[in-house]
């Protein structure tokens, strides 16, 4: 019965920040056992994962992105959240919030696994 929601700005500017929050429902960000996640998905394209924050509030990030994003929490808010700097185009996408059992790297879909956020779509333009 866990519920996420994503929430933030559609419209992103070329070189800056894309903000995000994903607000939680029914579950606890320091919850044990769960991969909190950011997941995208552009344009005709598969899933790439972002990031993931744990119980402890330790960050991970996937290496290609590792240089631009930042994902912390708020526990008395129940959220988590995204910051992706220095966008560009090709950072327009569907992006997702997760919790996961398994590494978002080894998700190839929202079927597989795991409560999703409905997607909020970011749009990167000048």
């Known amino acids: 019965q866990v519920q996420l929601q994503e929430s933030g700005p559609g419209l992103v500017k070329p070189s800056q920040t894309l903000a995000l929050t994903c607000t939680v429902s029914?579950?606890?960000?320091?919850?044990?056992?769960?991969?909190w996640s950011w997941i995208r998905q552009p344009p005709g394209k598969g899933l790439e994962w972002i990031g993931f924050i744990r119980y402890s509030g330790s960050s991970y990030y996937n290496p290609p992105l590792e240089s631009r994003t930042s994902i912390a929490r708020d526990t008395a808010k129940n959220q988590f959240t995204l910051q992706l700097r220095a966008v560009t185009p090709e950072d327009t996408a569907v992006y997702y919030c997760a919790r996961l059992r398994d590494h978002p790297g080894t998700v190839m879909g929202r079927g597989d696994s795991g409560s999703w956020g409905q997607g909020t779509q970011v749009t990167v333009s000048p």
């Open positions: 029914g579950g606890s960000v320091i919850t044990n056992d769960y991969y």
